[in-house]
């Protein structure tokens, strides 16, 4: 048993029981008499002035109940109350689970992050519940993490401060990582002001965990010296079937139909016969009745492996771009994983322009790609194209081994020449080089193995703000990407024919097919990718996009206008979906989308609560959150105040005859 306000209700004990009972010594008692005369009244008033001020105190019943409610009153004051876990004092750290596996839906019918902040509420009123006339020394800090962490409230004593940023707390479909949270706990729990040059050293503060205890990166973590209690926030009996990822192609033959791939993901420990829908832009186009196999414990790792299955529809007809969602059609405990979503630019074929000079393998291999039309011209055709403004329609201009007079107006690939653009800054040659790093991260390298690729002889550059090394060499970048003028260029620093092996490998078509292909759908309406949440998005739109807006799957809308249209970047993601950036090109007037996929990380599908936490060496068994309740007492003292109450007012008028 605990008291919040012991001092308080000594005081007040101090002061009103010796004046009860100083009443009680002070107080004449008379018992009632019948006279036949008022002449005995004279004698009865001599009597009274006779009387002596203090009197022996007798048994009372009244005096005995009125201090035993007097006694229930102090108790009520000095507040009492029963913990279940006892109170730690000094500082204490809550860290709030809200990665995606907290979006579940098993904890009464809520999500187990709105489980999680009650269990957190609950703790603060626990350590914090102060009272009327009490203070409060314990501070408290709140950390909520994902894919990362953040402060939420530092350190404080103030109950209303951490109920007030608890309630701010935002979901998140991110993974489930701690090392920041404890990182974060660390700092500030030893160094309680950091800001400071000279700052204190304070022992480790309690840890308090909400969580389903689903987190990614428990290897190699351990406690130093910390104290933790693992709140679980869910259940073990869990019920999920996620669309594990979605993919779509054009078939080569038919580029105005569309190919769509969808795997599943079965997590239940018994098979299961769902449907699975497919919609374009919002319209459900075809249903299938899938049966999934039963999710297996793996006897090495322990983790559950899904009953998978993948899906194929059939091919229809789609010759613009379109939002294509592949949907289970099956409640289960976390819809964030029921859906996945893709964006599928048009069937448009691409206008190249190849200045060259008469070499002929960087034309061959152009011809073997799948365009609308190519224009092979020498540098002296093309300048005086640039300066009669014929240069056309064209979508890319490949500059094989020449560099211009002046910057090309269209999205350009400048192969073994310098760029002339004050972007970029040449000062050398680099000789001998091999690749240190770069590869399928970027677009424009995807599926091009780069490692065995030899230069000879490559122009060293410096790239301004604007520009993006792709492929390092170990004397300098060998392949980068720079905006000049709202459009993006590529520019190789070698000549991949003369000055390198790469005509020997297989990638140097692959590159060209990508580079093209990259920079021709510069700043199309959609586009393909799909990132994960806590990546940052990022978006290439016309150099005359104005009024940019971004809505979330939320619903929620940034203003994006200051922004660089030709590199428009927000983040870090927080949800899955669909992210739009609606924007309104100036030269036309008319209003554009551009849509970003965001998957949910397939780990987190895995959301039966887990009923320990391992950290190193050290086991960390859970408790129920909402386990861990004071019960206050002071209400009982004062219901059992007014009880003595009501029976000495009773025994009071049965005693004066009133009854």
């Known amino acids: ?125 626990r350590l914090h519940a102060g009272g009327l006339f009490g203070g409060d020394e314990e501070e408290t800090m709140i950390i909520a993490f994902a894919e990362t962490a953040e402060i939420v409230q530092p350190f404080t004593g103030s109950r209303q401060q951490l109920q007030d940023a608890l309630a701010e707390i935002e979901p998140s479909h991110g993974r489930s990582r701690i090392e920041d949270a404890l990182n974060l706990a660390r700092v500030y729990s030893t160094n309680p002001n950091p800001d400071l040059v000279d700052r204190p050293i304070a022992e480790a503060a309690s840890l308090v965990l909400f969580s389903d205890g689903r987190i990614q990166d428990l290897d190699g973590l351990v406690l130093r010296g910390e104290s933790l209690v693992f709140q679980r926030v869910g259940t073990d009996r869990f019920d999920n079937v996620s669309v594990a990822h979605v993919a779509a192609e054009r078939p080569y033959d038919r580029p105005a139909f569309v190919e769509v791939f969808a795997g599943l993901a079965n997590w239940n420990t018994s098979e299961v016969t769902v449907d699975v829908q497919l919609s374009v832009d919002g319209i459900g186009r075809r249903v299938e009745e ?12 322990g983790r559950l492996e899904p009953g998978r299955r993948n899906l194929t529809f059939t091919p229809f007809q789609q010759d613009r771009d379109a939002v294509i969602e592949v949907a289970v059609l099956r409640e289960d405990s976390l819809p964030e994983d029921d859906a996945a979503a893709m964006v599928v630019p048009p069937p448009r074929q691409l206008r190249v322009g190849l200045i060259t000079p008469e070499r002929r393998l960087v034309r061959r291999i152009m011809e073997g790609l799948s365009l609308q039309r190519l224009e092979v011209m020498t540098p002296e055709v093309y300048e005086s194209r640039i300066d009669s403004a014929e240069l056309g329609d064209l979508d890319v201009l490949i500059f094989d081994a020449v560099a211009p007079a002046a910057m090309p107006p269209v999205p350009s690939i400048f192969l073994g020449r310098t760029p002339p653009t004050d972007r970029l800054r040449a000062y050398g040659e680099a000789e001998g080089q091999v690749v240190l790093g770069g590869g399928g991260d970027h677009p424009v ?96 739109l016309p150099a005359d996009a104005t009024e940019l807006t971004l809505t979330t ?39 554009y989308s551009w849509y970003e996929s965001v998957r949910l990380p397939q780990v987190e599908s895995d959301a039966a609560a887990a009923s320990e936490v391992v950290l190193g060496m050290q086991r960390i068994d859970s408790t129920d959150a909402g386990a861990v309740r004071y019960r206050p007492l002071w209400p009982w003292a004062i219901g059992m105040c007014l009880l003595i109450l009501l029976i000495e007012w009773w025994i009071y008028n049965r005693k004066i005859g009133s009854w």
């Not at 899938?290 to 790792?301: G, H, K």
């Not at 970047?569 to 739009?580: D, F, K, R, V």
Request: charged share 20%.
């Open 553 to 591: 799957p939320s619903g929620e809308e940034f203003d994006l206008s200051e922004q660089n249209p030709a590199r428009v970047s927000w983040g870090p993601i927080e949800l899955s979906g669909l992210h739009e950036i609606r924007y309104t090109r100036s030269g036309t007037g008319e209003q």
């Open 290 to 301: 899938v049966e999934l196999a039963a999710a297996v414990r793996d006897i090495a790792s």
């Open 445 to 540: 390298l995807r599926y091009v193995d780069v490692d065995p690729i030899y230069v000879d002889r490559a122009r060293q550059v410096q790239g301004g703000g604007d520009s993006e090394v792709i492929l390092e060499g170990s004397r300098g970048p060998l392949m980068l990407t720079f905006v000049h003028e709202g459009r993006e260029h590529v520019f190789a620093t070698f000549d991949p024919i003369a000055d390198s092996n790469w005509p020997y490998q297989r990638g140097l078509g692959v590159f060209l097919f990508n580079a093209v292909e990259y920079l021709g759908h510069h700043g199309d309406s959609l586009t393909r990718s799909q990132l994960s949440p806590g990546a940052a998005l990022v978006a290439h």
């Open 1 to 125: 048993m605990m008291w919040l306000t012991p001092w308080t209700g000594f005081i007040l004990a101090a002061c009103t029981v010796p004046l009860l009972l100083l009443l009680y010594f002070l107080k004449l008692r008379r018992s009632t008499q019948v006279v036949s005369s008022t002449l005995l009244w004279l004698s009865s008033t001599e009597d009274l002035r006779a009387n002596a001020p203090f009197q022996r105190l007798r048994r009372n019943v009244l005096l005995l109940l009125q201090l035993l409610a007097l006694i229930m009153l102090v108790l009520a004051v000095m507040q009492p109350r029963i913990e279940g876990a006892g109170g730690r004092g000094g500082r204490t750290i809550l860290l709030v689970d809200r990665s995606a596996s907290m979006q579940a839906r098993d904890v009464d019918g809520g999500t187990r992050l709105e489980a999680a902040v009650d269990a957190a509420s609950a703790e603060i009123d």
